[in-house]
């Protein structure tokens, strides 16, 4: 007879702990708002910071953490891929915007 394996718990300890470093990280993301720094210097921090928050958001509250690591790749790289390819729209609206070719 074969039994059923057990699914194994966890506890909400993790989830606590990725949750409080979020908070931490929009903290500092409050602190370098705050700072008399220049324009692109503060861009450079906070996205720096975005990014390592929604990593660790995605990572953890998506359960990507847990998958394997060639699907992991995967998403990732389809990500980047979707974000540049949309990169492609800008020189079009740029060309309706400023009525270059053929708009009436």
């Known amino acids: 007879m074969t039994t059923v394996p057990e699914h194994k718990r966890e506890g909400i300890g993790k989830y606590l ?3 409080l470093c979020i908070l931490a990280l ?6 370098i708002a705050y700072q008399n720094i220049h324009a692109s210097q503060m861009f ?16 953890f509250f998506m359960h990507l953490w847990a998958e394997k690591r060639g699907f992991l790749v995967f ?5 980047i891929f979707v974000l540049l390819t ?3 729209g800008w020189t079009d609206s ?6 270059l070719g053929y708009c009436s």
Do not use: K, N, P, W
């Open 17 to 19: 702990v990725v949750y």
């Open 26 to 31: 929009a903290g500092l993301q409050f602190v």
């Open 44 to 59: 450079r921090r906070m996205l720096s910071v975005a990014l390592v928050e929604a990593g660790v958001a995605v990572l």
């Open 75 to 79: 998403v990732v790289a389809f990500t």
């Open 86 to 88: 949309m990169q492609f």
């Open 94 to 99: 740029f060309r309706l915007d400023h009525c």
